[in-house]
Structure formats: structure tokens, C-alpha cells
């Protein structure tokens, strides 16, 4: 095992900078550098206003206030801080492919080639390279070619260390990690390099939470986890919707369910459908890698958790139109929540996004409130599907800033993000604001249906009659 006393981390996104900002306060002997090609999320990390942060997760600001200029530092610098560092975490983003081989799957490994490469080109000392983004099962093998094809003579180990945050409880989630994943080679010097990862965690974390394994395992965990997880959401969202037909209550098959030790009761809260930058691409890399290997059986089986989960958010959005007589042209929506999960500035992959693009099909006119996300970011979202061109999604489209002019007139709410906040509307007077019969389409289940209904809502819970 040796000391570290410099880490660079390439990517200041959702992981880069939390993970980064939490090593450095359980660290401080270590200085740690965050670097990103992307100026203008620089600008805003290093931003005199914590407020400002380009990523919003309870308790972070808090934490780079703490630690910021002292042992941690943001910038552009990526040559300087790769030279500098005894140890680079690769926290680039891993989207899935939109061109080519793999096209909708697989995913697109050119900015972890392009960090491979720039480390190659920049380093004149030997490093520990640990892959922080999630990678195809793998991918450390094609690093390693890379890295050892320099010719300067630096020795590098690689490291597997996925990274299992998630977002809204970022903070919590690496302060308290459940485990500490360190996949490396089984020779002398990759057990050194794995032994010195895991001390950088042994700061705060008990020894026992850091599991160490193969490259390999390391690496398939990290997808096999987010496909697992998902996987619960989209079984407990496909009960919902034989609930809805049944008159049973999805919260308390879900009870029923969890309370068996061996079930257990988390992830199993019926939605709108799951969003996040990561579940879907996980999945789609695990079914194109199994596919890869002649797996079929193994690939359609992962595959239907996204088909179930694209079954959930057309179902909801259709459950709306029907319901408003079939027909919501011209009509006003209200949406509460943009965000793919509570607490989070992220919408990325939000079923919030698909739910509008079928009611703007529609010409629906929809309102949109979300306590952090921007007028910019909705935008670019439906843009982005390229569904209908810019201009119509704004004459379609209104961001307001003050829930209640979101519902000022509407013929409908639909409650897409479980924002807290939402919970102690008063509904009463929300209820008066809109036209009458007032729907609310609960797609996160935070509402309580006797109240809503005593109020005179029409009131449609996901996975409830
Ligand atoms: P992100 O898009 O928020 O951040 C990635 C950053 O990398 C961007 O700011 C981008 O500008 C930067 N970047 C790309 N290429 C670069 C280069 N060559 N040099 C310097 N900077 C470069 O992504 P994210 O959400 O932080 O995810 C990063 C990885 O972590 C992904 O593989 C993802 O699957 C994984 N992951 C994400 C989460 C999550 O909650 N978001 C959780 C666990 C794992
Ligand atoms: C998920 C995993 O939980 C993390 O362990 C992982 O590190 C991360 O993906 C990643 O690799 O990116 P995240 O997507 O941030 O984290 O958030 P989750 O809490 O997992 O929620 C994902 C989606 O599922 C959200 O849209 C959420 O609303 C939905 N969900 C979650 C449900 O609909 N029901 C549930 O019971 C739980």
C-alpha cells in the first residue's frame, strides 16, 4: 500500500464532483484536483455563491464550501492535474451509442478512449487509473492497451471502483456507503494499488463495506445492481396496473411483499416509470453485451424491464387522455416536477419528458413547475426528442416559477416528481383555482385519495382503483 497525497478526477458531472468534494473532507492530507473540459460547469463550481452549484444535492454545498480552495480545487487544467496526480479517478459521462455498431445499446466508450489516451500522452510518473464511470464488463482491458502502448515507461494499474450514489442523496450515500466496490489484477502490484484505494476509503468507511475482486466481477456488478434495482420497479409497476384492474392497492401488495425478509421493502414504489441518466443505459449495455456473446434468452429477459417501463409512462400519459374525454386539445395540463426523482436538479431520462411528448401529440397545452429545474432545461429536453420542432414545444409549452399560476385554469394536474413540497400544497385553494371537474393524475402516489377526493377531486393514483 502506498500514500496518495494528489488525486485528479476527470469530470466534474453528478459523480465526479460529489465523490470528489466527499474524499476531500474525509481526506484533508490529500489534495484534490476536479477537472472537466466543460468551462462553464467549472465556472459554476467555483462559483462565490454555493447556491449556484451546477449540481444540487442536499448537503453538498456545505461541503465544497468546507473544503473548496483548501484541498479542493475545480478547473480546466486536465494535462496539469493528470501530470501532478499519483491517482486519476475517470468520471466521464457513458451515454448510449447513437451511431454506428450498437446504435441505442451499447455504450459509447469514446470519452473514457479520450481521457485513456490524454493520460498516455501526459503522464511521466507511474499512476493508479480507477475507472469511476460505469463500464462495459471489460472495458479496463482496452485502457490498459492503451496505457501500456505509451512507451515512456510508466507503469499504471487499473482499478475498477463504480460508483453506486444515487442522486437526491448523494451526500448520505458516501458518507454512509453500504459498499465500497474495488475491482483489480490479482498480481502483486494490482493488490498494492487495490490495497491503497481502499485505504483513501478506510478514512471513513469500515474496512468490512470495502470488497475487493476481480476486474471483471467489478466492473458486470456495477450493471448487474442498476439492472436489479430497476428490474423491482418495473415488477412492482407492472402489479400496479393489474391492481388498477382489481381494486387491490399496489402500496399494500408492496407491503405485503416487502415485509418477507427475503423480498425486502425497498424499491418497491410504484411510478410513473423510472427515469435517471442510468438505469435505462445500464440495462440496454447489459442486453447488447449479452447479445454480443449469443445470449438471447439472457438479453430479452433484461430487455423487458424497459419495455415494462415504457409500458408504464405511455399507460399514464394515455390514462390522462382518456379519461379527459378523450381528448386534451387545447386543454391546459399542469405538470408538478420535471425531475426524474425528487431532490435532484438531474431530468435526464425523466418519465416527465415521455409523459408530455404524448400529450403535446396531443396538442395539449402544458404548464410546467419544478423547484429546480430550469426554463432551459425543459426545453432542451423535449427538443432533444425532436419530436416537433423548438418553436411549437414553446407555443405548447410555459415554465412558471409560482406553483400556483401553474394550475390557474387547468383541466388536469399530473404529479410526475415526488417533490416534498408537493405534499403541503393546499389543495383546497388549488382546487378552486382550476376548472371543474379538477383532475389530479398522481403518478408518484404522495396524495392521500380520501382527501383528495372529500376536497371534490377527481383523483387517479398510479396502481390504485
Ligand atoms: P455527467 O455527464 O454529469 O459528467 C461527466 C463530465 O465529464 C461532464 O461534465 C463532461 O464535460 C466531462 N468530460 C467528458 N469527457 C471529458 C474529457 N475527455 N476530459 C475532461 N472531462 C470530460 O455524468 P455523471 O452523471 O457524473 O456520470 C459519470 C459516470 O458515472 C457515468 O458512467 C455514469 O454511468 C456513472 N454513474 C452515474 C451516477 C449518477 O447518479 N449520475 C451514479 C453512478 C454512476
Ligand atoms: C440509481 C441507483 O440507485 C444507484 O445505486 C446508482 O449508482 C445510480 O442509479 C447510477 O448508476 O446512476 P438514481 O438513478 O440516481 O440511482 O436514483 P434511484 O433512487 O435509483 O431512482 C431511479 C429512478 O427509479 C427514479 O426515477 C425513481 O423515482 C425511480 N424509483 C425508484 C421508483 O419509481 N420506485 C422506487 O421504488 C425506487
Sequence with gaps: MRKINKICCIGAGYVGGPTMAVIAKNCPEIQV???????????????????????????????????????????????????????????????????????????DLKYIELCARNIAKVAKTDKIVVEKSTL?????????????????????????NPEFLAEGTAVDDL??????????????????????????????????????????????SKLVANAFLAQRVS???AVSALCEKTDANVAEVSKAIGHDSRIGSKFLNSSV??????????????????KSYGLTEVADYWEQVIIMNDYQKRRFADNII????NTVSGKKICFYGWAFKKDTNDTRESAAIYVADALLDEQAQIVIYDPKVSEETIYSDLDYLGTRSPEENRKLIKVVKDP?????????????TEWDEFRAYDWKAIFENMLKPAFVFDGRRILDKDKMDSIGFKYYKIGQS
Design 322 to 325: 382518456s379519461t379527459l374525454y
Design 136 to 160: 462495459p464488463v471489460r472495458t479496463a482491458g482496452a485502457i490498459k492497451s492503451i496505457l501500456d502502448n505509451t512507451g515512456n515507461g510508466v507503469n499504471f494499474e487499473i482499478l475498477s
Design 404 to 416: 400556483m399560476d401553474a394550475n390557474k385554469d387547468a383541466h388536469a394536474i399530473a404529479i410526475m
Design 33 to 107: 484536483e476536479v477537472v472537466d473540459i466543460n468551462q462553464k460547469r467549472i465556472d459554476l463550481w467555483n462559483h462565490e455563491n454555493l447556491d449556484l452549484l451546477p449540481i444540487y444535492e442536499p448537503g453538498l454545498k456545505e461541503i465544497v464550501g468546507e473544503t473548496r480552495g483548501k484541498n479542493l480545487f475545480f478547473s480546466t487544467e486536465v494535462d496539469k492535474a493528470i501530470e501532478e496526480a499519483e491517482m486519476i479517478f475517470i468520471s466521464v459521462n457513458t451515454p448510449t451509442k447513437t451511431y454506428g455498431k450498437g446504435k441505442g445499446q451499447a455504450a
Design 273 to 290: 416509470g423510472f427515469g435517471g441518466s442510468c438505469f435505462q443505459k445500464d440495462i440496454l449495455n447489459l442486453v447488447y453485451i449479452a
Design 235 to 237: 415488477s412492482i409497476n
Design 175 to 220: 458518507m454512509n456507503a453500504d459498499r465500497i466496490l474495488i475491482g483489480g489484477d490479482e498480481t502483486e502490484s494490482g493488490q498494492k494499488a487495490k490495497d491503497t484505494l481502499s485505504w483513501i476509503y478506510e478514512h471513513w468507511l469500515p474496512k468490512e463495506r470495502i470488497l475487493q475482486t476481480n476486474v471483471w466481477s467489478s466492473e458486470l
